[in-house]
């Protein structure tokens, strides 16, 4: 008996990405196996949190690493570590910041909404947010004047696809902090692929999801410079405490760490090309249909299904009726356009959602 059966869910294909309130992603049978070994066990904890720092910092070239309960805890947690440092008085003082450099500087094109506002997760630590620049645009000049103000303590910065910026020169805006001595914090959740090209921008802490593009359980993955990255695990006896990573995340985590310095990149990347192409020559044979093959517009090596139908609205609606429950991106449906991504889908349910496009539009 499948556990959807078991436990009364709906079974789901999810073409929709690393979407949370979908399960986000799979794990690999390795992962798996690694986590069911993991629970069973003891552990010194802190022990655990320093080979998950050198496995992270074997596959991203950063100083350090850490495991938090997830990105939007890392947020917090990357945050708060530039208020306290590794000082045991402040770190239990927060989310009071009273006579600390309390200040984040946040592009205001680069507010986003993962479940709930980064603006959140920022103040979650006692921090205020500046915002800079306009809600489409923010200029290195805008920046400059936001960092120029008082008691800031670092910069954040998003690099997401759910930005709706001009793009931003994150390696200018990394250095316009640096010279005024404020850490540089990037938030690139769904870039786990890209995370060696983000800590190249110069930022201090880079944030990653595991469960995203790593396949990892639920984790949040910091990496970045040594003094900052073990003022984030210090955080642990302080508001970490309530986004702490189970034993079984940071073993998950070292797994699919280990699987991704094994496998091949180019061949990975090239099979992911042939899904997409080969689903998109098929959906444009059913009747209406237009379809092509679209790059991700932040640089991640994932391309997408577009498929134009008449009224996406409801085909969208539909296919989530349906049996299994098909989830596709409609962002754009308004414009009749709906997105899939196929990266965890196998053959059979590439062909399930074929089968029920034929069915909805022919
Ligand atoms: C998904 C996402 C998050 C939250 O990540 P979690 O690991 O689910 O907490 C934060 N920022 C961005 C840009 C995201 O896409």
Redesign the pocket.
Known sequence: MSIHDRYRLSAVINARGTY?PLGVSRSSDGVAAAVAQALPEFFVMAELGDRASEAIAQVTGAQAGAVVH????G?TLAVAATMTGADPRRIASLPDTTDLHNRVVLPACQV?D?GHS?LQGIRLAGAHVDLAGTETRCTLADLEAELDGPDICCLVL?S?R?THCTPIDLVAAVRAAHRRGVPAII?G??QFPRIADLLATGADLVLV?G??YLGSP?A?LIAGAWPLVQAVRAQDHGIGRTMKPTKEAIVGVIAALEEWQAFDRMKWEADQLAKVTAFAEAAARIPGVRADVVADPTGLPVSRVRLHVPDAKRIATELEAGRPSIYVMTDRAAADELMLELVPLTDAETATILTRLWTLLT
């Not at 997830?70 to 805890?73: E, G, K, L, N, S």
Request: net charge neutral; with cysteine; charged share 10%.
């Open positions: 949370t997830c990105t939007a805890a947020l986003v993962y980064n998003v997401s759910l938030d959740a769904a999801s469960q995203k639920t949040g």
